[in-house]
């Protein structure tokens, strides 16, 4: 039997979601984009001064449509990631501003080089499902730095990517160049190797670039995950049930227009909801609240057996530190019991401020022992127990058994050094403390990288189509 958690009992989901049905009709939402204003209009919407109400069986009808599955490939067209049902996965999170340095130990604008070695990382540990463009990088020109951390992203990495465009126009070229990767538009719609996030602005607003991404994405074909951020006491209401009850309304508006652009093409009913911390005025990740939230607003989703994504994993500490596991490795545990499809925000610090691959790699061992926690306690063999006790009798060595030696690897999840369960050492002698281990188990990770093999003139192509965007690209 698996392990399944729930939060919300069926009266009060009940609850919520006939909240956000009339949510979106009253007050409604506000829609900056005329194409999309137009769509819904034409399927029955009242607009009133870019505010769209939209009637419930309206809604209801787009949902409808919206794939219960679909699957991600990487760079050899395999479907490996999953979205649907309660199929679990993680990712690196994204956009980080800055760096955590191992050697200052403080926070630094990220590099082309931060993000090279994050994915990296990544890239070798079998936890992370998918990659990230996970650092926002300075040294480039703002204006192309959505282009440019996916390129990073698809030259070093094999893997599926979770992305996002934060401007309208900034998309097109995104697609092109993963057209480019998949080896033309029509891959890319029937292989995707990327899902975009495109986040909805709270309460209740579709800004002009998130509704146009919603549109283009829709048309393209290409996987969209739908991040709503409320943040309880803050722009959503105090309450985890009326955050809740946001979300799912923002969700629904956004699946809408979606789906009323292209039926049929992939989205996810994701988002990374956060409590409004009263005594800092932050938004802080590692919070019980903050993840019991995501827990919840992933259960309204599954209500509708669509796939599903949450923000956990991330750490509000500012270092590897106690804080940073037992945030970390509570949250990945929560996650994975609740079934949610994809788990982004691994290797964060500092509020989702700061990435760190220290971090990264040590999260890799909290998702290790969630995944095994979530495949549950199976039978083996005719006998559980009693073949085993026949042939050993009252003394217990079992280590002899040739079905000890069979089954260990089935029943037991090895993490990797890391994980310190060495025996105790002499008193003057000390093991290195866990941000040490996990530098070691980067720098490791880091010299055995091998970078994807890619055909020269697929590259070429790539990159002429960035430098054709951003002409001072030099190190292109």
């Keep these: 039997m698996r392990p399944k958690l729930q939060l919300l009992d069926p009266p009060l989901l009940d609850r919520i979601l006939a909240e956000a049905f009339q949510a979106i009709h009253s ?3 506000r829609v900056a984009v005329p194409a999309a204003i137009d769509l819904l209009a034409s399927a029955g919407c009242i607009i009133e001064n870019g505010i769209a109400r939209i009637p419930e069986p309206v809604a209801r009808q787009a949902l409808s449509t919206a794939p219960r599955e679909f699957s991600l490939h990487n760079r050899a067209g395999d479907p490996v990631v999953h979205y649907g049902g309660d199929d679990v996965h993680f990712d690196p999170g994204s956009s980080c501003l800055q760096v955590l340095d191992p050697d200052s130990l403080q926070p630094r604008p990220a590099q082309t080089a931060d993000l090279i070695r994050l994915v990296q990382v990544a890239e070798a540990l079998p936890a992370y499902a998918a990659q990230s463009t996970a650092v926002v990088c ?17 030259t070093h990495s094999n893997k599926p990517i979770v ?78 049930a009326g955050a809740v009850v946001q979300h ?35 938004a802080p990740m590692g919070a019980i609240e903050t993840a019991m939230l995501n827990l919840a607003c992933s259960q309204v989703g599954k209500s509708f057996s669509l796939p599903t994504h949450g923000y956990l994993v991330a750490s509000d500490s500012k270092l590897l530190d106690a804080q940073a596991g037992l945030e970390a490795g509570m949250t990945a545990v929560l996650g994975a019991l609740a079934g949610i499809n994809m788990i982004s925000g691994a290797g964060m610090l500092e509020l989702l401020a700061t990435h760190s691959p220290e971090k990264l790699a040590f999260d890799a061992e909290a998702i290790g022992a969630a995944l095994r926690l979530i495949r549950g306690i199976e039978p083996r063999g005719d006998s559980l127990a009693l073949a085993m006790l026949a042939q050993t009798g009252l003394k217990g ?20 050094e890391l994980i310190d369960r060495g025996e105790v050492l002499p008193d003057n002698a000390r093991r290195p403390d866990t941000f040490t281990r996990a530098r070691e188990r980067v720098a490791s990770l880091v010299a055995a990288y091998q970078p994807p093999t890619i055909a020269p003139e697929k590259e070429k192509t790539m990159r002429s189509l960035l430098k054709s965007c951003g002409a001072g690209l030099a190190m292109l």
């Design 27 to 29: 007050p409604g939402i």
């Design 138 to 154: 300075n040294d480039v020109p703002q204006e192309v730095g959505d282009l440019y951390r996916l390129f990073i992203v698809l």
């Design 248 to 282: 799912a309304a923002e969700c629904i508006a956004g699946i809408t227009i979606h789906q009323l652009a292209a039926p049929g093409a992939p989205v996810v009913w994701g988002g990374a909801p956060t409590i409004f911390d009263m005594r800092t005025g932050g």
């Design 163 to 240: 992305t996002g465009a934060f401007s309208a126009e900034g998309l097109a070229p995104m697609l092109e160049l993963l057209a480019i990767d998949a080896g033309g538009a029509a891959v890319l719609r029937r292989k995707p190797r990327a899902i975009f996030d495109v986040c909805p602005s709270p309460p209740l607003n579709w800004s002009d670039f998130a509704a146009q991404n919603l549109l283009d994405l829709a048309h393209a074909g290409v996987p969209t995950e739908i991040i709503s951020v409320p943040m309880a006491g803050a722009t959503a209401p105090v309450t985890l």
């Design 397 to 416: 060595d079992f280590l002899k058994l040739k079905e000890t030696r069979a089954l260990f690897r089935l029943e037991q999840h090895f993490p990797s």
